[in-house]
């Protein structure tokens, strides 16, 4: 058997087992892991989000409420650093927002333009996991590109780069190959 892993869990019966840098089991079961009762898992070490962590989430959740709730773009993009570094890859030119860009109104303009050109019709947050420095949105999507009437539907990860409450990188990792066959006629 076969784990690689820089930390994995696994939950069982009301205890956590962290796997930390584990290449495979040992005689004694994992090497490098840890079990804790999930009940006493501060007293135990067991690491706690820590306070940036939670900040991070909560600028998450604003991000995801001003686009679920209709906000201005330009106050949602309040949120970005002026020199935002915006990226989403894939087939540069079929929408406007594909590509490597620059600056806080990239934010407002992808907004806009997702707002005129497409129609959703299912975004799923699963989770939001974070760093010190970071924030990650994971979830599905299922969007109709206006122009050709195409649906597209795809998992999705935002990574949030955070530095002083400001986001200076974001980056969209989804399934660029259908959007692509979506937007094109």
Known sequence: MQFRSSLAALVVAGSIAIFSGCAGPDAQGFAGAHVYDVKNAADQGVPQTSRRQQQNIALAQRFLKGIRGGQDPAEIAALFDADLVFEIQGDVGVLPWIG???????????????????????????????????AVIIGRLQ??????????????????????????????LEDSFDVSKAARR
């Not at 860009?101 to 947050?125: H, N, S, W, Y």
């Not at 955070?162 to 980056?171: K, S």
Request: proline residues 2%; charged residues 30%.
């Open 100 to 134: 490597h860009k620059t600056g806080r109104q990239v934010m407002a303009d992808f907004i806009r333009d997702m707002r005129a050109l497409t129609e959703p019709i299912a975004f799923d947050v699963e989770d939001i996991v974070a760093g010190d420095n970071r």
């Open 143 to 172: 969007t109709r590109i206006k122009a050709t009437g195409k649906t597209t539907a795809t998992q999705f990860a935002i990574i949030l780069t955070i530095r002083d409450d400001d986001v200076t990188n974001f980056q969209m």
